[in-house]
């Protein structure tokens, strides 16, 4: 007889001995992450990539964040400021770099490449005009998974940490344009804005992205007198519609930004030039036509710059007179107000370091998210961006097909 309390003799039958569907656990397994913030190598850069309250928010879900000393100091955060919150601070730069994250603002340097003990994963910036083919091989060797955040997207399809970069920049320009202007540096002594019977300064803007905007803002907000120019009449509508008063704008026409020139006190250089390459908006016979001690802050200096007499400086020595005119051609405007460019880079760090640990790792992030899959030029050793494959000669792979692979 059978025993009416025992399933399996009950459950034992014909449908028993056909196949049977196999049961699959679906739920995502957490990985608690080692992520390491390490001293920026590069002199000028002030920023440092997560701040102590983003490093609680990591440490309370699990993660482990090593910083090395002094890393945020520049942005006036000391060491205590990271511990407290549950940071770790090490001395020992090799240790930082063990992390399964690295996350740096400029480019790893050639000695911080041979730190890297491979395969791990690779926040930073990638500067490609400045970079050679020796700098990605060595990347590629060590199996880095290397991610440039100014190629980041998010689910709005739009770049995060270029557009709060960008924003930065733009009100920055006009403040350092503001104190060039005055006495401070033997400037010819002019307020940016006008006040009773005192015509109001002149600003140029070349462009009409993130940056000029935040540039028109901040010019009007001071009591300039704003003209923008772009060559798409679209961007111009919309930049128009954005600041929501009137001011001149102008597709590029040579004659009419030539006249807009000679009278202008500050011009703006803040051209988008990465998907058509450097070129000259603003020629030297144009300089020559300017007022003498003017000033041309040049935003677009780290794509080659959109003023041909513009050469790219650094914070201890950012300024050069050419024909009269003060230009201030620096690539890293940000790293002039370093807190607040640190907590706006830290805002959209966090989270998605957050969203890697909770999906188990950096590859099935990678499939959930597309923005991010945008900013990948190296994935476990294989080159995905095709701009640096064609520029230095290496072989890249569909970031796509590679995380269908693995």
């Not at 016979?285 to 650094?314: A, P």
């Not at 701009?387 to 890249?396: H, Q």
Request: contains cysteine.
């Amino acid at each position: 007889m059978t025993d009416p309390g025992n399933n399996s003799a009950l459950n034992f039958g014909k449908n028993s001995l056909l196949p049977q569907e196999e049961m699959l656990e679906t739920a995502r397994k957490s990985k608690n992450l080692i992520i390491g913030i390490p001293k920026e190598s590069w002199e000028h850069e002030n920023r440092v990539g997560l701040t102590p309250e983003a490093v609680e928010l990591l440490v309370n879900n699990g993660h482990e964040v090593r910083i090395e000393s002094g890393a945020g100091k520049k942005a006036n955060y000391s060491d205590t400021d990271y511990s407290e919150c549950g940071g770790m601070i090490s001395d020992n730069k090799k240790e930082v770099f063990n992390s399964d994250i690295i996350i740096k603002l400029s480019p790893v340097s050639e000695e911080e490449i041979g730190l890297l003990r491979g395969n791990q994963l690779l926040f930073s910036s990638l500067h490609v005009t400045s970079q050679n083919e020796k700098y990605f091989r060595e990347l590629i060797r060590k199996r880095i998974t290397g991610i440039a955040y100014e190629n980041i997207k998010d689910k709005y399809d739009r770049f995060p940490v270029v557009r709060s970069m960008s924003e930065i920049a733009g009100i920055t320009s006009i403040l350092l344009a503001s104190e060039y202007l005055s006495n401070t540096h033997q400037g010819k002594g002019v307020m940016l804005g006008g006040i009773t019977g005192i015509t109001p300064a002149e600003v140029v803007i070349l462009g009409a992205g993130t940056a000029a905007e935040y540039a028109a803002r901040a010019a009007l907000g001071l009591g300039a007198t704003v003209k923008v120019f772009d060559n798409s009449l679209h961007k111009l509508r919309r930049l128009q519609n954005y600041i929501g008063q009137r001011m001149h704008t102008s597709v590029f026409h040579p004659r009419v930004l030539e006249k807009a020139l000679r009278s202008a006190d500050v011009v703006i250089g803040a051209v988008h030039l990465v998907d058509e390459g450097p070129r000259y908006y603003i020629t030297e016979e144009m300089v020559k036509s300017m007022k003498k001690g003017s000033v041309i802050v040049d935003i677009s200096i780290d794509q080659g710059g959109c003023v041909e007499t513009s050469e790219c400086m650094d914070l201890a020595k950012p300024v050069h007179i050419k024909h009269g005119v003060v230009h201030y051609a620096v690539s890293n405007i940000p790293s002039k107000v370093s807190r607040t460019a640190s907590i706006a880079l830290s805002n959209v760090l966090a989270p998605i370091i957050m969203n890697v640990g909770d999906a188990g790792g950096i590859q099935n992030q990678l499939r959930e998210d597309r923005g991010l899959r945008k900013g990948v030029y190296i994935f476990n050793g294989l080159l995905t961006n095709r701009f640096v494959g064609e520029k230095f000669g290496i072989l890249s792979k569909d970031i796509n097909l590679l995380l269908a692979a693995f």
